[in-house]
């Protein structure tokens, strides 16, 4: 039996391949603060993107739901450490959520929209 750190990183992997071969730069990968970790970040159009990525075995559905409140909260504060960090003008910044599963990846672009003019979020 695999390893579950290394079929992570495996499927991490996968899924990083996938978001450069649709032109999204890759700028750090398991980005760890006091806040939590955020799997990938990357950018695109003039918008940073953090990623949870999840995988297992699990069904489809069950992987949908493991992206909890607080895990979506924990994103929102590790995404904000790594934006104010950069000191980035003139981007927004997004959530994308992707699965692996059955080495088929699919994403979920937008899961929570941060209007950064207002400090406002949503939560999908």
Same mark, same amino acid.
Request: glycine share 4%; aromatic share 16%; with cysteine.
């Given at each position: 039996?695999?390893?579950?750190? +290394?079929?992570?990183?495996?499927?991490?992997?996968? %899924?990083?391949?996938?978001?450069?071969?649709?032109? @999204?730069?890759?700028?750090? !990968?398991?980005?760890? /603060?006091?806040?939590?970790?955020?799997?990938?970040? %990357? &950018?695109? =159009?003039? /918008?940073?993107?953090?990623?949870?990525?999840?995988?297992?075995?699990?069904? @489809?559905?069950?992987?949908?739901?493991?992206?909890?409140?607080?895990?979506?909260?924990?994103?929102?504060?590790?995404?904000?450490?790594?934006?104010?960090?950069?000191?980035? !003008?003139? /981007?927004?910044?997004?959530?994308? @959520?992707?699965?692996?599963?059955? +080495?088929?990846?699919? &994403? &979920?672009?937008?899961?929570? /929209?941060?209007?950064? =003019?207002? =400090?406002?979020?949503?939560?999908?």
């Amino acid at each position: 039996m695999k390893n579950t750190r +290394k079929i992570g990183y495996d499927n991490e992997s996968a %899924c990083i391949e996938f978001l450069e071969n649709n032109n @999204y730069k890759i700028l750090k !990968r398991n980005y760890f /603060t006091r806040y939590g970790e955020i799997d990938i970040i %990357c &950018y695109k =159009n003039q /918008t940073i993107y953090f990623i949870e990525v999840k995988s297992g075995n699990y069904s @489809y559905e069950s992987l949908l739901i493991k992206l909890t409140p607080k895990k979506q909260n924990k994103m929102i504060k590790a995404g904000l450490d790594f934006y104010t960090k950069i000191n980035s !003008r003139n /981007t927004q910044i997004s959530f994308m @959520y992707m699965i692996v599963y059955q +080495k088929k990846i699919s &994403y &979920y672009e937008d899961i929570i /929209t941060f209007d950064l =003019n207002h =400090n406002t979020y949503e939560i999908f």
